[in-house]
């Protein structure tokens, strides 16, 4: 049995203590390890989710009186892929007229204001939520949000109940919300960084990222499922399911290695090395490992310091990282804002898609993107060069792009095929970014004592991009009236300058290998940042 210091159990998870009463015995490491993975790909998959219901509600809050009603409610409840013109036979007009204050001619407007108004509270409060992660107990601060965002998700959604129909009461809610939202991203991926080392942890994040599509789906599904009954059951079933999830993260979910009793697992490969696969030599070396990290003062979720946020910038490589996820996530999410609309709009074989079919179809740019978190991870492990491998899927988005814009209206199936290679290209490096590489840099060998930077320098970083995110839809709107060759110019651009701001870390790593090119001679994970740590002494 792994031993335990007095001040690590402080932070134990109940739900845990009494597993481990029930069964006589505590769980190894490996089986903790999967446990966190699962709650933490659960909590993410939730608060996705809880983002999804008003992309799918925006129809019945501001209806088109010239789509047929059989548009009213999105896939999975409707068709899944329909041409212009097909949806319904004769035009008809919605059943419900809208809802005050969307209904208006500057419904769209409206609508437009609340979601920027999101992102801009959930971009500026990853910022703090970052600092207040390492600083409080990390299982309880990500409770704390996902509760919070369960609540007003929900709340937003009880405006239908109590027939609202003043803007600032719906304004004011996505402003709360996104701030509890920002307490997620940091906090799950500080989790992860605790228990998963260097070695592999591109890979498994790179898979494990797949949360965020499962949660966009399940948030679609969700809201969709229950929209027929009143659009406020689209927000109030999400934001049970993040509240319940909250509630599972409270009783399950070891924040760091040390609450239950393991020693700190993160600071060096050879800890990693030292963890034998034999069930009790395992437990042997984790007590042995324990007692030695006793003497070094570090603790659990509980009596932690962390980092300043200025102290998180000097750490190598945070700031070009930032920057750099700044304009892959200003691509990023004009694809995810824009995407069904452009597909709505091109002549695609000949013929217009409806709406509905065209945001089904581009789902698969998420598809696609997936492929890319996980093959970026995995490339950026066998290298051992994570500035590389973002760089260069940055610069193979932009003939990607091009190639999208200039041959995917030839037919449906090069459209699929194009679409999916640019999601793979442009999602690869933000997934790897905002996950591995986050966590790299807040286990940092520059980061010593008590101070751990996980959540920290993962807000940062995440915090930088979601200003590209907000900025870039922002951007679309604009250009697309003057032509969508323009939106792609601009996407083409922020991928060559997003490629661009890694220069300096890409030529450390290739410098760093061809020093030493054999395997192993390096701790793996670690060429982000040690040539820059190397001239900075």
């Known amino acids: ?108 407007s409206k609508l437009g204001e609340i979601d920027v108004a999101f992102l801009a509270c959930y971009s500026m409060g990853m910022y703090v939520a970052g600092h207040l992660g390492d600083t409080l107990d990390l299982r309880l601060f990500l409770t704390t949000g996902m509760i919070g965002s369960g609540v007003f998700v929900a709340l937003l959604g009880m405006g239908y109940f109590w027939n609202v129909h003043v803007f600032w009461f719906f304004l004011a809610m996505q402003m709360v919300a996104g701030l509890f939202q920002a307490t997620g991203w940091p906090s799950v991926v500080a989790v992860i960084g605790n228990w998963f ?75 990693e090395t030292r963890m034998s696969t034999d069930e009790e030599a395992l437990m042997q070396n984790a007590a042995a490992m324990t007692k030695e990290a006793n003497s070094i003062p570090r603790s659990g979720s509980v009596c932690r310091s962390s980092v300043h946020l200025s102290e998180a910038c000097v750490i190598p490589g945070v700031i070009p990282f930032a920057l750099c996820l700044f304009f892959s996530k200003l691509v990023a999410y004009t694809f995810l804002y824009w995407l069904p609309f452009y597909i709505s709009q091109t002549a695609i074989g000949g013929e217009h898609m409806s709406v509905r079919s065209a945001g089904n179809l581009s789902t698969l740019f998420d598809v696609g993107g997936i492929v890319g978190g996980i093959l970026a991870g995995y490339i950026s492990d066998k290298l051992r060069a994570r500035a590389t491998t973002a760089a260069t899927f940055m610069y193979a988005a932009i003939p990607a792009m091009i190639l999208y814009r200039k041959y995917g209206s030839v037919s449906q199936t090069i459209n699929i095929v194009l679409m999916m290679i640019a999601g793979l290209f442009v999602n690869g490096p933000y997934a790897l970014i905002t996950t591995a590489v986050s966590a790299d840099l807040g286990t940092h060998s520059s980061v010593t004592g008590n101070s751990r930077a996980l959540a920290t320098v993962t807000a940062l970083i995440d915090g930088t991009g979601s200003l590209g995110a907000a900025l870039g839809p922002l951007l679309t709107g604009f250009l697309s009236t003057k032509g969508w060759d323009f939106v792609f110019g601009m996407l083409s651009l922020g991928a060559l300058i997003a490629g661009l701001l890694l220069s300096r870390l890409v030529i450390a790593e290739l410098a760093e290998r061809k020093k030493k090119p054999a395997a192993g001679k390096h701790s793996p994970g670690a060429d982000v940042t040690r040539p820059l740590l190397r001239e900075r002494r």
Request: hydrophobic fraction near 40%.
């Open 1 to 108: 049995m792994p031993m335990r210091g007095e001040n690590t159990m402080r932070g134990n998870p109940p739900g845990i203590v009494i597993i481990r009463n029930y069964r006589g015995k505590d769980w190894s490491i490996k089986t903790y390890r999967y446990v966190v993975l699962l709650i933490t790909f659960i909590a993410y998959t939730a608060y996705h989710a809880s983002r999804k219901p008003s992309s799918i509600v925006k129809s019945v809050l501001d209806p088109d009186p010239l789509v047929g009603t059989s548009a009213l409610y999105p896939w999975p409840v409707g068709d899944v892929f329909s041409k212009r013109g097909m949806e319904g036979g004769d035009l008809e007009v919605y059943k419900d007229k809208g809802w005050a204050p969307f209904d208006g001619k500057d419904g769209t």
């Open 197 to 271: 080392g260097k070695t592999r942890r591109g890979l498994i994040m790179g898979v494990w990222n797949a949360h965020t599509s499962v949660g966009n789906i399940s948030g679609s599904l969700l809201a969709a499922a229950v929209l027929e009954y009143g659009w406020g059951w689209s927000f109030i079933v999400p934001g049970l399911f993040i509240f319940v999830a909250g509630v599972i993260v409270y009783l399950f979910l070891p924040a760091y290695p040390e609450d239950v009793g393991f020693p700190f697992l993160n600071g060096s490969v050879e800890n």
